[in-house]
């Protein structure tokens, strides 16, 4: 009885195998990599930005014309972009369409499979219950006529042998 209280104890936390964990590994250098990837990135932003304020404040007409184009063709490349996602998504919903409309139908096959199969089941059911009512009648009517062939047996016998035997 001791053995098996302790084995059904819960295992203690200090009898557990040590896995070695990768919260202690040092990724320094990757770390560092990445943020200066974002510095530079935020550093180019916002000069680009500066350059284009300065050529619309001091800029020549022809830079100021050439920085139009150039934001025109991004707001182009924008609106594309934009249109090309919204295309994207119309497909994905008339894939998603089509799915469900095929899951809907394939439901609906279902469901109406099932209704025959419970159909046919409640039909085969009260064909069994009719069988057993007429096999019930069936027996009735033999147990009556027993009850008058035994009831007229016995007047019969009275009437035969009308006084009694002692």
């Known amino acids: 009885l001791a053995t098996r209280f ?53 800029g020549t007409p022809e830079q100021i014309a050439s920085l139009r184009s150039r934001r025109y063709a991004e707001m182009e490349e924008q609106l594309q972009r934009k ?38 089941f409640e039909r085969q059911i009260l064909e069994e219950n009719l069988k057993l009512i007429e096999y019930k009648r069936q027996m009735e009517r033999l147990q009556r006529d027993e009850e008058i062939e035994a009831e007229r047996t016995h007047h019969e016998f009275a009437r035969r042998f009308g006084s009694s035997l002692r």
């Open 83 to 120: 249109v090309e996602v919204k295309e994207k998504e119309k497909e994905a919903d008339v894939v998603l369409a089509q799915q469900w409309t095929e899951q809907l139908e394939q439901s609906e096959a279902a469901e109406s499979e099932y209704q025959l199969a419970k159909r046919d």
């Open 6 to 58: 302790v084995e059904m104890q819960r295992q203690s936390i200090l009898n557990r195998p040590i896995r070695r964990s990768r919260a202690n590994v040092e990724n320094l250098d990757v770390e560092y990599e990445r943020e200066q990837a974002r510095l530079r990135a935020k550093t180019d932003a916002i000069t680009s930005l500066e350059d284009d304020r300065k050529v619309e404040l001091f």
